[in-house]
Nanobody, 121 residues
Framework: QVQLVESGGGLVQAGGSLRLSCAAS????????MAWYRQAPEKQRELVAQ???????NYADPVKGRFTISRDNAKNTVYLQMNSLESEDTGVYYC???????????????WGQGTQVTVSS
């Protein structure tokens, strides 16, 4: 089994910073892309940033220049550094990863349970 566990969410004032972490654990053979999504109240879940196994990144336009995604392959962990936070960044942030397990040796998508980020204006 594979688990993604996020941490680092919380309440912050506008202009502040937070760093999210997501650690993958279980019977992991390899990890392809990793990403962060978010879902604001009454809105659809949207991609925030993604990073592939080679370190190539992609960002949603609203967060470009403010957020940085990175990963530590040795720790099976992905990070999201969020700076200059705005009230529009409020939402539940979900970790996402495409993982090949030792058991099946096939690629599957996994989601974390989500962590709340609240930015007060």
């Amino acid at each position: 089994q594979v688990q993604l566990v996020e941490s680092g969410g919380g309440l912050v004032q506008a202009g502040g910073s937070l760093r999210l972490s997501c650690a993958a654990s279980g019977s992991i053979f390899s990890i392809n892309s990793m990403a962060w999504y978010r879902q604001a109240p009454e809105k659809q879940r949207e991609l925030v940033a993604q990073i592939n196994s080679g370190g190539i990144t992609n960002y949603a336009d609203p967060v470009k220049g403010r957020f940085t995604i990175s990963r530590d392959n040795a720790k099976n962990t992905v990070y999201l550094q969020m700076n200059s936070l705005e009230s529009e960044d409020t939402g539940v942030y979900y970790c996402y990863a495409v993982i090949r397990t030792r058991l099946t040796m096939t690629w599957s998508a996994y989601w974390g349970q989500g962590t709340q980020v609240t930015v007060s204006s």
